[in-house]
């Protein structure tokens, strides 16, 4: 988990670091190595299952910092930015959508290590939907209606955080080391979703889970679901990308992830069926 951290997108598509993130591994190991535990005459073991503790209690309160805006500025993007405002959109979101929230600390829930990401982007995710779809209709003889009623990031990092956890923990209990994860291999992917099963959904937490034929290796991953309307034609999407972009550098995940969710979203829509439906 990285916190304090913000990214500017140049026009190469690389990413400029505007402060120095942080790694959450990092600020407890620093904790670890310099606070004082237990009292003088306690057994080496015991601790140094205080210090694991204290480790994974700090983890839980400084996983979830505040993280600041991504800053968007890919090629096309902002170019015709002002334009794209001519473009009539209606957000018809659920209020929640748009804030980020981590659903769980606790690492045996099932819930842990997923989270609502938020509009956590400049220009927001709504707002490069609306541009992307004015580039594809600018030349039509008019700009279609839209009207948006879900567009929502979820975060899982669940089986990297809990092999994470139990490789600090191991290596300040044994003082060996033991790899910290690193999981690449899944794959993108694309789908049409049934809006009255999403909307059902009693934990939300849930939306942000895959099965194991989607991510076979337990990768980290970014999963993004665009629920809209084009001049009256309702389509609902969902996207999975990695969070670990291999192969890639440069590129910034949860930009790479929306974009993808839009363009695929778009895919469903053949510029000239949009402009003879009314």
Not at 25 to 47: A, E, L, M, P
Not at 109 to 115: K, V
Not at 176 to 186: H, S, T
Not at 205 to 221: D, I, Q
């Amino acid at each position: 988990m990285i916190c304090r951290s913000r990214y500017m997108l140049s026009t190469q598509g690389q990413y400029i670091a505007l402060f120095q993130p942080q790694p959450l591994f990092y600020s407890t190991r620093y904790f670890y190595q310099n606070v004082n535990f237990g009292k003088k005459g306690t057994g080496i073991f015991k601790g140094k299952i205080i210090k694991v503790v204290f480790l994974a209690l700090f983890s839980l309160l400084t996983i979830g910092c505040s993280i600041q805006k991504v800053i968007v500025n890919s090629p096309g993007l902002q170019e015709s930015l002002e334009q794209s405002e001519n473009l009539q959109i209606k957000d018809l979101r659920p209020e929640a959508e748009k804030d980020r929230e981590i659903f769980s600390l606790f690492i045996l829930s099932e819930a842990y290590g997923t989270s609502r990401q938020g509009d956590m982007t400049e220009p927001p995710p709504l707002r490069i939907l609306q541009h992307r779809i004015y580039d594809k209709y600018v030349n039509e003889a008019r700009l279609p209606e839209v009207k948006v009623y879900h567009f929502v990031t979820y975060m899982n990092m669940q089986a990297e955080l809990r092999k994470l956890s139990t490789s600090i923990a191991l290596n300040q209990i044994t003082g060996l080391a033991f790899p910290l994860p690193r999981r690449f291999g899944v794959e993108g992917t694309a789908t049409h979703v049934s809006q009255s099963e999403f909307e059902q959904v009693k934990d939300e937490y849930s939306r942000a889970l895959y099965s194991e034929t989607e991510n076979p290796k337990r990768a980290s991953v970014l999963i993004v679901y665009l629920d809209a309307e084009i001049d009256g034609e309702r389509t609902f999407i969902k996207t999975m990308t990695p969070i670990l972009l291999e192969n890639q550098p440069g590129k910034i995940p949860i930009v790479v992830a929306i974009e993808t969710a839009i363009a695929y979203f778009l895919d469903q829509y053949p510029k000239n069926e949009v402009a003879v439906s009314k």
